[in-house]
C-alpha cells in the first residue's frame, strides 16, 4: 500500500472521514493535495455523505506544505511547480462547501496543516497540539490563506505575533483564544469531530466561515496601529529579510479590502518570495540542518545512542561553566572539577549565573533553575568520575596539560566513558598521544557562551568509534577567528559585519571572548599553519595598555553595567601603533574601501578555509558547513550559511578578489587549491567531491 495518499470513509453516520497518509509529519506534497482535491470532489457528490472530518495519520495532523517543493522551484526557478491551493481548493472546496469540514488535529498543525484547518468549520483538537505558521522562518508568508484567516480566529496581535515570531502555541492556548472549539483526549478525536460536523450540518452548532469573520479584527484605527508597531519591530529585528514587511502588507490588504481580497494578494507575494534568495538560503538551511543527523558509517549502520547521565566536566572558566550550565539544563549530572578550592567555586558561581540570567530573563522557570543546579557537584578530586559516562575536558590550550589530564582519566574512568576534550585547535591525536584510548577520544566543540550558543562540534580522528560519534553527535564545524584587516576603522569593520547579519563583528567578538583566548589561540594557528596565519601584535599591544575586552570593562568598546559597548575613540592611537609594527599598508597609508570591499575582505578568507575543510575531508558535506556557520557563528541563515552564500556571490569573484589581495597583503589571503580548481572549472562549491573524504572529519 502507498505511504503516501489520501484516504476517504464513509460511515452510516453520513460522516465522511477524509485522512492524509504522509509519514512521518504527512506534508502536503503535490500527490497530498491532488488527493484531498479528489475526495472533496467526490464526497460533494455523495448522496450518502451529509459532513466531513479531515485528519490526519499517526497522531500528527500536517507539517504543513511540502518543503521539497520549495527546493524543486529554488533549482529550477519554475514558480509554476506551486499548485493552486489557496483558492481553487482552500476557499473553493473547502471553505465554501455544502457539507460542514471539521478538522480533527493532533499532535501539530503547522504552516499550510493548520492553514488547512483554518479553513475548516470548527477545530477540535487534541491536548497539546503544535498550533503554528512557522513560514517566514522559510523566507516566504502563509500561502494558503492564514495571513487571512488567522487573525480572523485570534484577533490581530496574536496573529501578527504568531506570524511574525514564527511561534507556535499549544492547543490549550488556542481554545481559550478561540482557534480551537474543543479539546478532547486523543482517543475520543475523531468521534467527538463526528458529531460536531452533524451537529453544524444540523444547524445545531454554528457554520462559521473563517474568511468572512470580522468580529476579531478590532477598528481599522487600531488594526493600523498594530501594524505600524509591528513594522517598526520588524525594521529593527528582520531588516535583511523582506517577507516580514510583505506579511504585514498582505494581512493589511485583507483588513481593509475583505478577506477574499487578502486571499488573492497574498498568493501572489507568496509566488514572489518563494523565488527570493532569502528563502533559497533560509530552505537550504532547514534541510541542512537536518542532514547533519545523517552521518555515513555512524547514522546508518544500525548502533543506537548510549545514554550520558552523568558527565564530569574539568575546569570551570568561561567554557567550562557554560558547557557544564548547557549539561545542567538538560538534566544531565555533572561533575565540576577545578585545581583548588578558590577557582572552584568561582566556576559553580558562575553556573549560577548563567542559570539565575535564564529565569531573569523568562526563559527557565524558578523550579527548573532550581533543579538544574541540585544536579551539580564540585570536585576537587577523580573520586566523582567512577560512573562518569562522559568527561569534557575545557582547560587552557596547553598541550602537556591537556596530555597529562587525558593520561590521568584513561586511569580514573571506566571503560565505556568517552573522553572529550573542548580543544579548538590541538590535534586530538596528539591530547591522547599518550594513552591508548584513541577509539573514546573525541573533540566536542562548543561555543561561547556554551549554554546558549547553539552549535556543538564534534571532532573525530580516523581511530574515534562510532558509537561515540553517534553519543556525542550534533553539528559541524567553525571557521578560524575573522582576522584584524589593517588600515580601516574598527568599528566601521564590526557595523558592516553586524549590518551583512552577524550578531557582532570581530572586535566586539574579541572583547567579549577575552583577549586570553586570541593570543592562544594566535599562536596555536602560527604554529599549525605558519604560511597562512598573519600575525598581528594588536591583542598584546591593547593588553600592555591595561586592555583586556569584557572582562575588564575595556576593550575596543567599553563596556558599563546596564549599557551596551560604546566604541571607545582612545583606542585608535593603540591601533596606529600595531599598524607601524606590521607595516603592511601598501605606501604606508591608511586605505580607502568600500563597505562592501570589508565585508570581503573578511568574509572571503572564511570562505577560503572552509574550501580548505572541504578539499580535506574533514566534513561530510558543504552543508554541514553552513549549519556549523549559522549555528556556530551565527552567519545570517536568510543567507543559507557559508557555502550557500560563497556560491550565490560566486567562486570566480571570490578568488579573483583573493589572489588580488594576496598579491597586496601577503599569503593570509592566498586562495586555497579548492577554490582556485573550482573557480577555474565554474564548479559550485558545494558540489561533492569526487574523491572519497580523509579519515579525520568534524561532522
Ligand atoms: C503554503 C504554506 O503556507 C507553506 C508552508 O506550509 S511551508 C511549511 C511550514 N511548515 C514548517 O515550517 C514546519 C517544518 N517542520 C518542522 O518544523 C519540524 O520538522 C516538525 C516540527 C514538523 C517536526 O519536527 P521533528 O519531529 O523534530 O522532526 P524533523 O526531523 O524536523 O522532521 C522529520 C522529517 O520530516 C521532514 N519534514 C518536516 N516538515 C516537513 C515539511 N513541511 N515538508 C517536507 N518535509 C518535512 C524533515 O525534513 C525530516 O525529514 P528527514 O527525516 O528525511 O530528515
Same mark, same amino acid.
Given at each position: 500500500?502507498?505511504?503516501?495518499?489520501?484516504?476517504?470513509?464513509?460511515?452510516?453516520?453520513?460522516?465522511?472521514?477524509?485522512?492524509?497518509?504522509?509519514?512521518?509529519?504527512?506534508?502536503?506534497?503535490?500527490?497530498?493535495?491532488?488527493?484531498?482535491?479528489?475526495?472533496?470532489?467526490?464526497?460533494?457528490?455523495?448522496?450518502?455523505?451529509?459532513?466531513?472530518?479531515?485528519?490526519?495519520?499517526?497522531?500528527? !495532523?500536517?507539517?504543513? !506544505?511540502?518543503?521539497?517543493?520549495?527546493?524543486?522551484?529554488?533549482?529550477?526557478?519554475?514558480?509554476?511547480?506551486?499548485?493552486?491551493?489557496?483558492?481553487? !481548493?482552500?476557499?473553493?472546496?473547502?471553505?465554501?462547501?455544502?457539507?460542514?469540514?471539521?478538522?480533527?488535529?493532533?499532535?501539530?498543525?503547522?504552516?499550510?496543516?493548520?492553514?488547512?484547518?483554518?479553513?475548516?468549520?470548527?477545530?477540535?483538537?487534541?491536548?497539546?497540539?503544535?498550533?503554528?505558521?512557522? *513560514?517566514?522562518?522559510?523566507?516566504?508568508?502563509?500561502?494558503?490563506?492564514?495571513?487571512?484567516?488567522?487573525?480572523?480566529?485570534?484577533?490581530?496581535?496574536?496573529?501578527?505575533?504568531?506570524?511574525?515570531?514564527?511561534?507556535?502555541?499549544?492547543?490549550?492556548?488556542?481554545?481559550?483564544?478561540?482557534?480551537?472549539?474543543?479539546?478532547?483526549?486523543?482517543?475520543?478525536?475523531?468521534?467527538?469531530?463526528?458529531?460536531?460536523?452533524?451537529?453544524?450540518?444540523?444547524?445545531?452548532?454554528?457554520?462559521?466561515?473563517?474568511?468572512?469573520?470580522?468580529?476579531?479584527?478590532?477598528?481599522?484605527? *487600531?488594526?493600523?496601529?498594530?501594524?505600524?508597531?509591528?513594522?517598526?519591530?520588524?525594521?529593527?529585528?528582520?531588516?535583511?529579510?523582506?517577507?516580514?514587511?510583505?506579511?504585514?502588507?498582505?494581512?493589511?490588504?485583507?483588513?481593509?479590502?475583505?478577506?477574499?481580497?487578502?486571499?488573492?494578494?497574498?498568493?501572489?507575494?507568496?509566488?514572489?518570495?518563494?523565488?527570493?534568495?532569502?528563502?533559497?538560503?533560509?530552505?537550504?538551511?532547514?534541510?541542512?540542518?537536518?542532514?547533519?543527523?545523517? @552521518?555515513?558509517?555512524?547514522?546508518?549502520?544500525?548502533?543506537?545512542?548510549?545514554?550520558?547521565?552523568?558527565?564530569?566536566?574539568?575546569?570551570?572558566?568561561?567554557?567550562?561553566?557554560?558547557?557544564?550550565?548547557?549539561?545542567?539544563?538538560?538534566?544531565?549530572?555533572?561533575?565540576?572539577?577545578?585545581?583548588?578550592?578558590?577557582?572552584?567555586?568561582?566556576?559553580?558561581?558562575?553556573?549560577?549565573?548563567?542559570?539565575?540570567?535564564?529565569?531573569?530573563?523568562?526563559? $527557565? =522557570?524558578?523550579?527548573?533553575?532550581?533543579?538544574?543546579?541540585?544536579?551539580?557537584?564540585?570536585?576537587?578530586?577523580?573520586?566523582?568520575?567512577?560512573?562518569?559516562?562522559?568527561?569534557?575536558?575545557?582547560?587552557?590550550?596547553?598541550?602537556?596539560?591537556?596530555?597529562?589530564?587525558?593520561?590521568?582519566?584513561?586511569?580514573?574512568?571506566?571503560?565505556?566513558?568517552?573522553?572529550?576534550?573542548?580543544?579548538?585547535?590541538?590535534?586530538?591525536? @596528539?591530547?591522547?598521544?599518550?594513552?591508548?584510548?584513541?577509539?573514546?577520544?573525541?573533540?566536542?566543540?562548543?561555543?561561547?557562551?556554551?549554554?546558549?550558543?547553539?552549535?556543538?562540534?564534534?571532532?573525530? =580522528?580516523?581511530?574515534?568509534?562510532?558509537?561515540?560519534?553517534?553519543?556525542?553527535?550534533?553539528?559541524?564545524?567553525?571557521?578560524?577567528?575573522?582576522?584584524?584587516?589593517?588600515?580601516?576603522?574598527?568599528?566601521?569593520?564590526?557595523?558592516?559585519?553586524?549590518?551583512?547579519?552577524?550578531?557582532?563583528?570581530?572586535?566586539?567578538?574579541?572583547?567579549?571572548?577575552?583577549?586570553?583566548?586570541?593570543?592562544?589561540?594566535?599562536?596555536?594557528?602560527?604554529?599549525?599553519?605558519?604560511?597562512?596565519?598573519?600575525?598581528?601584535?594588536?591583542?598584546?599591544? $591593547?593588553?600592555?595598555?591595561?586592555?583586556?575586552?569584557?572582562?575588564?570593562?575595556?576593550?575596543?568598546?567599553?563596556?558599563?553595567?546596564?549599557?551596551?559597548?560604546?566604541?571607545?575613540?582612545?583606542?585608535?592611537?593603540?591601533?596606529?601603533?600595531?599598524?607601524?609594527?606590521?607595516?603592511?599598508?601598501?605606501?604606508?597609508?591608511?586605505?580607502?574601501?568600500?563597505?562592501? *570591499?570589508?565585508?570581503?575582505?573578511?568574509?572571503?578568507?572564511?570562505?577560503?578555509?572552509?574550501?580548505?575543510?572541504?578539499?580535506?575531508?574533514?566534513?561530510?558535506?558543504?552543508?554541514?558547513?553552513?549549519?556549523?556557520?549559522?549555528?556556530?557563528?551565527?552567519?545570517?541563515?536568510?543567507?543559507?550559511?557559508? @557555502?550557500?552564500?560563497?556560491?550565490?556571490?560566486?567562486?570566480?569573484?571570490?578568488?579573483?578578489?583573493?589572489?588580488?589581495?594576496?598579491?597586496?597583503?601577503?599569503?593570509?589571503?592566498?586562495?586555497?587549491?579548492?577554490?582556485?580548481?573550482?573557480?577555474?572549472?565554474?564548479?559550485?562549491?558545494?558540489?561533492?567531491?569526487?574523491?572519497?573524504?580523509?579519515?579525520?572529519?568534524?561532522?
Amino acid at each position: 500500500m502507498a505511504k503516501v495518499k489520501v484516504t476517504l470513509e464513509v460511515g452510516n453516520d453520513g460522516v465522511a472521514v477524509i485522512t492524509i497518509f504522509n509519514p512521518p509529519v504527512n506534508a502536503l506534497a503535490i500527490p497530498i493535495i491532488a488527493g484531498l482535491k479528489e475526495k472533496f470532489d467526490e464526497v460533494a457528490r455523495r448522496n450518502d455523505v451529509t459532513a466531513i472530518v479531515l485528519t490526519g495519520n499517526g497522531g500528527r !495532523f500536517s507539517g504543513g !506544505f511540502d518543503i521539497n517543493v520549495f527546493e524543486k522551484v529554488h533549482k529550477s526557478g519554475d514558480v509554476k511547480l506551486m499548485p493552486d491551493v489557496s483558492v481553487e !481548493f482552500l476557499v473553493n472546496r473547502l471553505e465554501d462547501s455544502k457539507k460542514p469540514v471539521v478538522a480533527a488535529v493532533e499532535g501539530l498543525a503547522l504552516g499550510g496543516g493548520l492553514e488547512l484547518a483554518l479553513g475548516c468549520h470548527a477545530r477540535i483538537a487534541a491536548p497539546r497540539t503544535q498550533l503554528g505558521l512557522p *513560514e517566514l522562518t522559510l523566507g516566504v508568508i502563509p500561502g494558503f490563506g492564514g495571513t487571512q484567516r488567522l487573525p480572523r480566529l485570534v484577533g490581530l496581535h496574536k496573529a501578527v505575533e504568531m506570524m511574525l515570531l514564527s511561534k507556535s502555541i499549544m492547543s490549550e492556548e488556542g481554545k481559550k483564544l478561540g482557534l480551537i472549539d474543543a479539546i478532547v483526549p486523543s482517543q475520543e478525536l475523531l468521534k467527538v469531530s463526528r458529531l460536531w460536523a452533524l451537529d453544524i450540518a444540523e444547524r445545531r452548532k454554528p457554520w462559521l466561515r473563517s474568511l468572512h469573520r470580522t468580529d476579531k479584527l478590532g477598528s481599522l484605527s *487600531e488594526a493600523r496601529e498594530i501594524l505600524k508597531v509591528a513594522r517598526q519591530q520588524a525594521r529593527k529585528t528582520a531588516p535583511n529579510m523582506p517577507q516580514h514587511q510583505a506579511c504585514l502588507d498582505v494581512i493589511e490588504d485583507g483588513i481593509v479590502h475583505g478577506g477574499y481580497s487578502g486571499v488573492l494578494k497574498e498568493a501572489k507575494v507568496f509566488k514572489e518570495l518563494v523565488l527570493s534568495d532569502t528563502s533559497k538560503g533560509l530552505v537550504h538551511v532547514f534541510f541542512a540542518q537536518r542532514a547533519t543527523s545523517k @552521518v555515513p558509517n555512524v547514522t546508518d549502520v544500525g548502533l543506537k545512542p548510549r545514554h550520558v547521565k552523568k558527565v564530569a566536566v574539568i575546569g570551570g572558566g568561561l567554557m567550562g561553566s557554560g558547557i557544564a550550565t548547557a549539561l545542567l539544563l538538560s538534566n544531565i549530572y555533572v561533575v565540576l572539577k577545578e585545581v583548588n578550592s578558590e577557582y572552584l567555586q568561582k566556576g559553580i558561581k558562575t553556573i549560577e549565573a548563567n542559570v539565575k540570567g535564564l529565569v531573569t530573563k523568562g526563559k $527557565l =522557570t524558578q523550579d527548573k533553575a532550581q533543579r538544574a543546579l541540585s544536579l551539580l557537584k564540585g570536585s576537587l578530586d577523580y573520586s566523582d568520575f567512577k560512573d562518569a559516562d562522559m568527561v569534557i575536558e575545557a582547560v587552557i590550550e596547553n598541550v602537556p596539560l591537556k596530555q597529562k589530564i587525558f593520561g590521568e582519566l584513561e586511569k580514573v574512568c571506566p571503560s565505556h566513558c568517552i573522553l572529550a576534550t573542548n580543544t579548538s585547535t590541538i590535534d586530538l591525536n @596528539v591530547v591522547g598521544e599518550k594513552t591508548s584510548s584513541h577509539d573514546r577520544i573525541v573533540g566536542a566543540h562548543f561555543f561561547s557562551p556554551a549554554h546558549v550558543m547553539p552549535l556543538l562540534e564534534i571532532v573525530r =580522528t580516523e581511530k574515534t568509534s562510532a558509537q561515540v560519534i553517534l553519543d556525542l553527535l550534533t553539528v559541524g564545524k567553525i571557521i578560524k577567528k575573522v582576522p584584524v584587516v589593517v588600515g580601516v576603522d574598527v568599528f566601521r569593520i564590526d557595523r558592516v559585519i553586524s549590518n551583512f547579519g552577524l550578531p557582532m563583528g570581530p572586535f566586539q567578538l574579541q572583547d567579549l571572548a577575552g583577549y586570553g583566548v586570541a593570543v592562544a589561540v594566535g599562536k596555536e594557528f602560527a604554529t599549525a599553519f605558519p604560511d597562512r596565519t598573519f600575525t598581528s601584535p594588536l591583542v598584546e599591544i $591593547l593588553i600592555k595598555h591595561g586592555r583586556n575586552g569584557k572582562n575588564n570593562g575595556k576593550g575596543y568598546y567599553i563596556y558599563e553595567k546596564g549599557s551596551k559597548p560604546k566604541p571607545d575613540l582612545s583606542v585608535l592611537p593603540i591601533i596606529e601603533e600595531s599598524r607601524r609594527v606590521t607595516n603592511i599598508m601598501p605606501g604606508g597609508k591608511p586605505l580607502s574601501v568600500t563597505d562592501q *570591499e570589508i565585508l570581503e575582505m573578511i568574509l572571503f578568507p572564511v570562505v577560503n578555509e572552509a574550501c580548505r575543510i572541504l578539499d580535506e575531508g574533514i566534513v561530510v558535506r558543504a552543508s554541514d558547513l553552513d549549519i556549523a556557520s549559522v549555528l556556530g557563528m551565527s552567519f545570517p541563515s536568510y543567507r543559507g550559511g557559508i @557555502v550557500f552564500w560563497a556560491d550565490l556571490v560566486g567562486p570566480k569573484h571570490i578568488y579573483d578578489s583573493l589572489k588580488k589581495w594576496s598579491g597586496v597583503y601577503g599569503n593570509f589571503y592566498k586562495p586555497s587549491r579548492f577554490l582556485e580548481e573550482r573557480a577555474m572549472k565554474g564548479v559550485p562549491l558545494s558540489a561533492p567531491a569526487s574523491s572519497s573524504p580523509s579519515s579525520r572529519s568534524r561532522m
